[in-house]
């Protein structure tokens, strides 16, 4: 096979190397020259290191023997240094690993021109079998045609530089600089015994406030670097570097840019590296990514090379995209972080260090205590004493083996155990509104299971307000009995509290129940649906009518009458469902809202009438028990409910004397388009915690203890609402318990002799954190979360 590579960067040239291997012939041009290179270290995890040995054990050798490795990362806040280890990179200098790989192609007799562009694309597409760019993320190939790899940048909002310095670092470090006008956050590592690559990264706005976008237009000379900023940073930052220097090297203010592709070939055209995707630097590297692409490429070559180019090609997106995608995500996650550092800037140092190393969501409060446990344990301690000196030793407690997940939390007068929520899922269970025995089980078992609070499922308010024929109620007295046996039931037995959920269908009403045909309209015996505008859900959903002033005042009276049976019935805390699509949900976003009355325009008219009922439900509740919102933060649809309308949302709901926020996505359009992944809705919660300061409960592909205990401790949310894995175990609390070797969270007396597993190999409690790539996951194709209410 011919083959063409456009760009001699790390990745074209490690393509160039395994496709001769492979007994290929090969051409790479490279516009600039030999010696030529920006930026300085390149870090590469153990993981990845293990896969240049077997695919080309020469090069390989030659890296290793240059390489600086570490396994500590510091962070440097507030005064204090916080360290953790057990982490294992290794880092090279830019310019030795081009000449490595570059000498390592020419040996094996690839042909490689530099100081050249490459020919026109359409002669390369002609004259060869393969064309590989490789040409970065500004691609001129991509960019040709970017319609037909679907292409979409996304500029985000840090500004940063890549510099170098003669203070060689002993760990991946974090400096975390306060300034009057922001956070500036530095990025280290060392790359040979010498150096260390000196990243300095800021927010635009703090950017501009500092006068750093001074060369901003300016067309500095190829080469040329951005002085005078780069003279201020020796001051800002003259106590990290002391006596030392920075070097700059084409070194000039960059705007990060995501780059995701559809498609990654056109043709006999791919993509690699750059070109086809990007991961912020703060997870590794853009080479690491590119010569992962390339070994992917040459092993589709070499087992479906005989099936033809496109064989190839396809195999090798199918292999490598799930992997870019979760790496993809995780940077996604460690990017927004940093975007939003001035958020956390506040936490205790240690609270601060634990959320920073575990801001990807790929490691995890178990994943870091078995690289360092001391280290966790100190945060533990921390963050139950929270006067723990930073830079003393902190000394071990019982406090330090409670996992945070354990730790009890206080709404209102309500003390909850433990952190962790049964969340609300509809089980189309009841018979005209009525529940039985099946509720007693399902929410009695799960009351003694061990979690802090267990959620009905939504509640409806009046019969039109069903979502199918089969969902529970609280509109008419004779359902209040069955209410009332189950919160008795939880009260007697066990130490969790138990929550009511009252919401009404809107649009999303008049449907099958879930197992036979989700959102499916009934086939007859419809009732009328309301909404704030005439948009049915789907075309196969019957058009709501638009309600009226008079409807509004019917429905919110509808939610007081529910609530007073609510308390009637025992429930120590009331929830009101505004998230989903649902009726009140449906008034909040624009996409469903289309009113040119009060309660249509912006966001406050458009939660003029839910926050009225939530008004109401707050008068009518018990003063002393407290009061929940479940929203949803974004509608996954460009045009619709964003997360800066759930912080606004947020605050009024805080004005309005709600206890706390239940913060879900999603489900509001049936177009769409969520970033499903592990806790994929916990940085909503996040946000709304941190900049509102109200309570938040986080939910969403939480499925794990470790996820409850990173989640808490991280100061992400304050409570973690799991539905599936109580689907699967209604005592998943108590084996999580078990799982992690605490025994403050008591088992009811019944089943007390059997906290200690078998011994005879038939109970295995003890489980290793997932790997990365199963963990980070995101969901089979076609998953929706349509149960969980």
């Given at each position: 096979?011919?083959?063409?590579?456009?760009?001699?960067?790390?990745?074209?040239?490690?393509?160039?190397?395994?496709?001769?291997?492979?007994?290929?012939?090969?051409?790479?041009?490279?516009?600039?020259?030999?010696?030529?290179?920006?930026?300085?270290?390149?870090?590469?995890?153990?993981?990845?290191?293990?896969?240049?040995?077997?695919?080309?054990?020469?090069?390989?050798?030659?890296?290793?023997?240059?390489?600086?490795?570490?396994?500590?990362?510091?962070?440097?806040?507030?005064?204090?240094?916080?360290?953790?280890?057990?982490?294992?990179?290794?880092?090279?200098?830019?310019k030795v690993l081009l000449g490595i790989l570059q000498e390592r192609a020419v040996e094996l007799g690839a042909a490689v021109a530099f100081c050249s562009e490459h020919p026109p694309l359409e002669q390369?597409?002609?004259?060869?079998?393969?064309v590989i760019a490789s040409d970065g993320v500004n691609s001129g190939v991509r960019n040709a045609s970017p319609e037909a790899f679907g292409a979409t940048l996304d500029p985000r909002k840090c500004r940063?530089?890549?510099?170098?310095?003669?203070?060689?670092?002993?760990?991946?470090?974090?400096?975390?600089?306060?300034?009057?006008?922001?956070?500036?956050?530095?990025?280290?590592?060392?790359?040979?015994?010498?150096?260390?690559?000196?990243?300095?990264?800021?927010?635009?706005?703090?950017?501009?406030?500092?006068?750093?976008?001074?060369?901003?237009?300016?067309?500095?000379?190829?080469?040329?670097?951005?002085?005078?900023?780069?003279?201020?940073?020796?001051?800002?930052?003259?106590?990290?570097?002391?006596?030392?220097?920075?070097?700059?090297?084409?070194?000039?203010?960059?705007?990060?840019?995501?780059?995701?592709?559809?498609?990654?070939?056109?043709?006999?055209?791919?993509?690699?590296?750059?070109?086809?995707?990007?991961?912020?630097?703060?997870?590794?590297?853009?080479?690491?990514?590119?010569?992962?692409?390339?070994?992917?490429?040459?092993?589709?070559?070499?087992?479906?090379?005989?099936?033809?180019?496109?064989?190839?090609?396809?195999?090798?997106?199918?292999?490598?995209?799930?992997?870019?995608?979760?790496?993809?995500?995780?940077?996604?996650?460690?990017?927004?972080?940093?975007?939003?550092?001035?958020?956390?800037?506040?936490?205790?140092?240690?609270?601060?260090?634990?959320?920073?190393?575990?801001?990807?969501?790929?490691?995890?409060?178990?994943?870091?205590?078995?690289?360092?446990?001391?280290?966790?344990?100190?945060?533990?301690?921390?963050?139950?004493?929270?006067?723990?000196?930073?830079?003393?030793?902190?000394?071990?407690?019982?406090?330090?083996?409670?996992?945070?997940?354990?730790?009890?939390?206080?709404?209102?007068?309500?003390?909850?155990?433990?952190?962790?929520?049964?969340?609300?899922?509809?089980?189309?269970?009841?018979?005209?509104?009525?529940?039985?025995?099946?509720?007693?089980?399902?929410?009695?078992?799960?009351?003694?299971?061990?979690?802090?609070?267990?959620?009905?499922?939504?509640?409806?308010?009046?019969?039109?307000?069903?979502?199918?024929?089969?969902?529970?109620?609280?509109?008419?007295?004779?359902?209040?009995?069955?209410?009332?046996?189950?919160?008795?039931?939880?009260?007697?037995?066990?130490?969790?509290?138990?929550?009511?959920?009252?919401?009404?269908?809107?649009?999303?009403?008049?449907?099958?129940?879930?197992?036979?045909?989700?959102?499916?309209?009934?086939?007859?015996?419809?009732?009328?649906?309301?909404?704030?505008?005439?948009?049915?859900?789907?075309?196969?959903?019957?058009?709501?009518?638009?309600?009226?002033?008079?409807?509004?005042?019917?429905?919110?009276?509808?939610?007081?009458?529910?609530?007073?049976?609510?308390?009637?019935?025992?429930?120590?805390?009331?929830?009101?469902?505004?998230?989903?699509?649902?009726?009140?949900?449906?008034?909040?976003?624009?996409?469903?809202?289309?009113?040119?009355?009060?309660?249509?325009?912006?966001?406050?008219?458009?939660?003029?009438?839910?926050?009225?009922?939530?008004?109401?439900?707050?008068?009518?509740?018990?003063?002393?028990?407290?009061?929940?919102?479940?929203?949803?933060?974004?509608?996954?649809?460009?045009?619709?409910?964003?997360?800066?309308?759930?912080?606004?949302?947020?605050?009024?709901?805080?004005?309005?004397?709600?206890?706390?926020?239940?913060?879900?996505?999603?489900?509001?359009?049936?177009?769409?388009?969520?970033?499903?992944?592990?806790?994929?809705?916990?940085?909503?919660?996040?946000?709304?915690?941190?900049?509102?300061?109200?309570?938040?409960?986080?939910?969403?592909?939480?499925?794990?203890?470790?996820?409850?205990n990173t989640t808490v401790l991280a100061g992400r949310a304050d409570l973690c609402a799991l539905g599936r894995p109580h689907l699967y175990d209604p005592h998943w609390t108590l084996h999580a318990q078990?799982?992690?070797?605490?025994?403050?969270?008591?088992?009811?007396?019944?089943?007390?002799?059997?906290?200690?597993?078998?011994?005879?190999?038939?109970?295995?409690?003890?489980?290793?954190?997932?790997?990365?790539?199963?963990?980070?996951?995101?969901?089979?194709?076609?998953?929706?979360?349509?149960?969980?209410?």
């Amino acid at each position: 096979m011919r083959i063409a590579v456009c760009g001699g960067g790390p990745g074209g040239l490690y393509s160039a190397i395994l496709l001769r291997k492979l007994g290929h012939e090969v051409d790479v041009w490279e516009r600039n020259a030999a010696d030529d290179t920006f930026g300085f270290g390149v870090v590469f995890s153990d993981e990845t290191m293990s896969a240049f040995e077997v695919s080309d054990p020469p090069s390989f050798q030659r890296i290793v023997e240059r390489f600086a490795s570490w396994t500590d990362i510091d962070v440097h806040y507030r005064g204090a240094t916080l360290r953790s280890g057990g982490h294992g990179f290794s880092a090279l200098s830019r310019k030795v690993l081009l000449g490595i790989l570059q000498e390592r192609a020419v040996e094996l007799g690839a042909a490689v021109a530099f100081c050249s562009e490459h020919p026109p694309l359409e002669q390369l597409r002609r004259d060869y079998d393969l064309v590989i760019a490789s040409d970065g993320v500004n691609s001129g190939v991509r960019n040709a045609s970017p319609e037909a790899f679907g292409a979409t940048l996304d500029p985000r909002k840090c500004r940063f530089m890549w510099l170098s310095t003669d203070l060689v670092f002993d760990a991946f470090t974090f400096h975390i600089v306060e300034t009057e006008h922001g956070v500036v956050q530095i990025h280290g590592y060392p790359y040979d015994d010498q150096h260390s690559t000196f990243i300095v990264e800021t927010h635009e706005d703090t950017w501009r406030a500092l006068g750093w976008d001074a060369a901003e237009g300016v067309d500095l000379p190829p080469g040329a670097s951005d002085e005078a900023s780069i003279d201020s940073f020796r001051t800002l930052f003259a106590p990290i570097l002391g006596d030392h220097e920075l070097f700059a090297n084409n070194s000039k203010w960059l705007q990060f840019n995501t780059v995701r592709n559809e498609r990654w070939h056109d043709g006999n055209v791919v993509l690699l590296g750059d070109a086809a995707h990007t991961a912020h630097f703060s997870i590794g590297s853009g080479t690491k990514l590119a010569m992962e692409d390339a070994i992917a490429l040459a092993w589709a070559i070499h087992d479906h090379g005989d099936d033809g180019v496109d064989a190839a090609l396809a195999a090798y997106e199918a292999d490598r995209r799930p992997v870019v995608a979760s790496t993809q995500r995780a940077a996604q996650a460690s990017l927004e972080w940093f975007e939003e550092i001035g958020r956390y800037v506040g936490q205790p140092p240690r609270q601060f260090a634990f959320n920073l190393l575990t801001r990807s969501r790929r490691i995890t409060y178990d994943n870091l205590r078995l690289r360092d446990e001391g280290f966790v344990d100190e945060v533990d301690v921390e963050f139950v004493h929270g006067d723990a000196s930073a830079n003393g030793s902190v000394a071990a407690t019982d406090a330090g083996h409670r996992p945070p997940m354990f730790l009890p939390f206080r709404i209102g007068d309500l003390e909850l155990a433990n952190r962790v929520v049964v969340a609300p899922m509809d089980m189309y269970s009841a018979v005209d509104g009525v529940i039985g025995d099946f509720h007693l089980v399902h929410l009695g078992s799960r009351g003694i299971g061990g979690a802090g609070l267990v959620m009905s499922e939504m509640i409806c308010v009046s019969a039109q307000g069903r979502i199918t024929p089969g969902c529970a109620g609280l509109y008419r007295d004779d359902q209040v009995p069955g209410w009332k046996r189950v919160v008795d039931f939880v009260h007697a037995h066990g130490g969790a509290k138990i929550g009511c959920q009252l919401g009404h269908s809107g649009r999303k009403g008049s449907t099958k129940l879930l197992w036979e045909g989700s959102d499916e309209p009934l086939d007859g015996d419809n009732w009328e649906l309301v909404a704030p505008s005439p948009i049915a859900w789907s075309p196969r959903n019957q058009v709501p009518q638009e309600i009226d002033r008079a409807g509004m005042d019917r429905i919110r009276d509808e939610f007081v009458a529910a609530t007073r049976r609510a308390a009637e019935a025992g429930f120590d805390l009331l929830e009101v469902h505004l998230a989903h699509g649902y009726l009140l949900s449906s008034f909040l976003s624009p996409l469903t809202n289309r009113r040119t009355d009060e309660y249509g325009g912006d966001l406050a008219s458009r939660a003029r009438f839910p926050l009225e009922v939530v008004d109401a439900c707050r008068a009518a509740w018990p003063a002393g028990r407290p009061l929940s919102v479940r929203i949803s933060a974004t509608d996954w649809v460009d045009g619709g409910f964003t997360g800066d309308d759930a912080v606004e949302l947020a605050r009024l709901l805080q004005q309005h004397d709600v206890d706390i926020v239940h913060v879900s996505t999603g489900q509001v359009s049936a177009d769409q388009r969520p970033e499903y992944g592990r806790s994929y809705q916990t940085p909503f919660a996040d946000r709304i915690r941190h900049e509102v300061g109200i309570p938040t409960i986080a939910v969403g592909a939480i499925s794990s203890a470790e996820d409850v205990n990173t989640t808490v401790l991280a100061g992400r949310a304050d409570l973690c609402a799991l539905g599936r894995p109580h689907l699967y175990d209604p005592h998943w609390t108590l084996h999580a318990q078990a799982q992690q070797g605490y025994r403050g969270n008591p088992w009811i007396p019944q089943y007390r002799s059997g906290r200690r597993p078998p011994n005879d190999g038939t109970l295995a409690i003890k489980t290793e954190p997932r790997p990365f790539e199963e963990s980070d996951a995101a969901p089979t194709v076609g998953w929706r979360p349509v149960a969980t209410r």
